[in-house]
Every structure is written in C-alpha cells, then in structure tokens.
C-alpha cells in the first residue's frame, strides 16, 4: 500500500487518559500534516511537519496537544489528558514538497472518541 | 468572514445532469485551490488541483479559477449517484507566512437522484 497510513484507525480514551495517532507518509513524501474534523463541522488545519522539525504549528490548541516526526519511524500527534471535546475525526496527510502548489494526499484517519 | 465559504447544500441534481459547487476564498494571496470529495465516515480524496486562471478538465470534472473575483468552482458532468458526498474546496494562503496550510471551506453536500 503506497497510501498515506495510519494507526489506529478507531480509537477510545476515558477523560485523562492520553491518545497517540500515528502517521506514516505515502512513499517519497517528507512533509505531513495534521488536521482536525470535529463533528459537523470542517477540516480545520493543526501542524504542519518535515522529518525532526515542526515547521507550522499555528493550529496546534496550546495546551496538551503535541506532535513530531522523528528522523527513524511515523509521525506522532499526542494528545495528553484527553476532555469530551477531543472526540474527533484526525487526518494526516503527506506531500513531497512544501510549496503551496504541492497536493497532499490524506489517510483514511484516526476517530478518536472519549468517554 | 470565513476564509473559504461554500453553500453546504444539499445540491440535489438528477443523474446524468451537471452539478456545479462553487466556494469563494477571502486572502487574495491565496496560490493554490483544490477540490476534495468526502464520503461520509470516509477521508478527504483529492480529485482536483488547480492554479491559474481558466479552465482545468479532467474526465468528468471541469475546476473553474476566477482570481479577479476569488472564486472557485467545480462543474460534474453526467452526474452519477456514486458522485454522492460531500465536496470541500480547500485553498492555501500566505497568512501568517505559511504557504502550503490548507484552509478548508465546511463542503457542499451532493446527492445525485438515480
């Protein structure tokens, strides 16, 4: 599968609890993003990644939320402490370059859910 | 106001007839536009890019640029009921100096009638 992948694809966490999404990059991409869908409502931009560097993280909700993608291995987005309102749908998608003219390519996502 | 606004439908349209989504976008430094389709449950997939100017065609979809008026559009042509989803039209900006940052509009909601 050269698709972007991610893991796990369904995931649930009590109040508190932390949450790790991982991302791997379709074949011969360097740079990943991360993007939020709450219920009902749009694609909303989070951080944005090149290996060992985080190059935009405008998105990022300052608190308890973290994200890096280390030289060796996936892409990482933590979420520590997990409240209701996390319950979401987290996509990553993979580019080979940066530039604005560069498409990114989504994975099929993580749905986290906190009881 | 919204940096990319689109009417969230439904847009009904029979089969076999042309759909037209349409998605304005505020900054115009924005570059780069593309048009999503998403299935319900299912991961935005990327159907068409587009960057100057003009008319792009590919198959049955035809992405429409209007800089001038920052306006953006997407034309279906022989609607099929698997065309079914909604469509997000997406921009990136030079706002806060990243360029390549996706900003998405909350998507149009096609349902072709068989």
């Known amino acids: 599968n050269a698709g972007v992948m991610q893991n796990p694809r369904h995931l649930v966490r009590r109040r508190g609890q932390e949450a790790r999404l991982r991302c791997s990059p379709m074949?011969?991409?360097?740079?990943v993003y991360w993007y939020r869908q709450l219920p009902e409502e749009g694609l909303k931009f989070m951080v944005y990644?090149?290996?060992?560097?985080?190059?935009?993280e405008s998105g990022m909700p300052k608190e308890r939320f973290s994200a890096e993608f280390p030289k060796e291995g996936p892409s990482i987005l933590r979420i520590q402490q997990v409240v209701r309102g996390d319950s979401a749908a987290y996509f990553c998608?993979?580019?080979?370059?940066?530039?604005?003219?560069?498409?990114?390519?989504f994975g099929p996502g993580t749905r986290l859910t906190v009881l | 106001q919204k940096e990319v606004e689109q009417n969230s439908g439904p847009l009904s349209v029979p089969e076999g007839a042309i759909a037209s989504l349409n998605c304005t976008y505020s900054?115009?430094?924005?570059?780069?536009f593309f048009w999503y389709r998403q299935y319900s449950g299912k991961s935005p997939e990327l159907i068409m890019s587009?960057?100057?100017?003009g008319d792009k065609e590919d198959g049955r979809f035809t992405a429409q640029l209007n800089k001038a008026s920052q306006y953006v559009s997407l034309l279906i042509r022989d609607s099929q009921p698997s065309d079914s989803a909604t469509y997000l039209c997406?921009?990136?900006?030079?706002?806060?100096?990243?360029?390549?940052?996706?900003?998405f509009g909350t998507g149009t909601l096609l349902a072709v009638q068989p």
């Open positions: 998608a993979s580019s080979t370059a940066g530039s604005s003219y560069n498409e990114q390519f």
């Open positions: 587009i960057y100057s100017n």
């Open positions: 074949k011969g991409h360097s740079h």
């Open positions: 990644l090149q290996k060992e560097n985080i190059i935009d």
């Open positions: 900054d115009r430094g924005s570059q780069s």
């Open positions: 997406a921009v990136t900006t030079n706002y806060g100096g990243a360029t390549n940052k996706l900003i």
